[in-house]
């Protein structure tokens, strides 16, 4: 059974960082590229970041240079480190395993950013 937890969501002001976690099982972590994914109410989701298999990164451009994608093979953990949250980056954060034509969700932790 596949499954991924995200963990390290909650209610920062801005300009705050946060750090997500999704702890994999299930899956053989090394070989799924990696992705965090955003939604809010009525918007489509969005694709954040993604790390390969490599090691190469990508992100949207709304949070470069804030936002940064890690992994941890060894613990089949990935992270998203966001520094200088924005109010707009108020979303649930899912986190996303990727291997061809396999794909599996997390449940989704809230992130709020507000004063």
């Known amino acids: 059974q596949v499954q991924l937890v995200e963990s390290g969501g909650g209610l920062v002001q801005p300009g705050d960082p946060l750090r997500l976690s999704c702890a994999a099982s299930?899956?053989?972590?090394?070989?799924?590229?990696m992705g965090w994914y955003r939604q809010t109410p009525g918007k489509q989701r969005e694709l954040v970041a993604t790390?390969?298999?490599?090691?190469?990164?990508r992100y949207v451009d709304s949070v470069k240079g804030r936002f940064t994608i890690s992994r941890d093979n060894a613990k089949s953990t990935v992270y998203l480190q966001m520094n200088n949250l924005k109010p707009e980056d108020t979303a649930v954060y899912y986190c996303?395993?990727?291997?061809?034509?396999?794909?599996?969700w997390g449940q989704g932790t809230q992130v709020t950013v507000s004063s």
């Open positions: 299930g899956i053989t972590f090394s070989i799924y590229d």
């Open positions: 790390i390969f298999v490599g090691g190469t990164t």
């Open positions: 996303n395993a990727k291997r061809g034509g396999l794909q599996y």
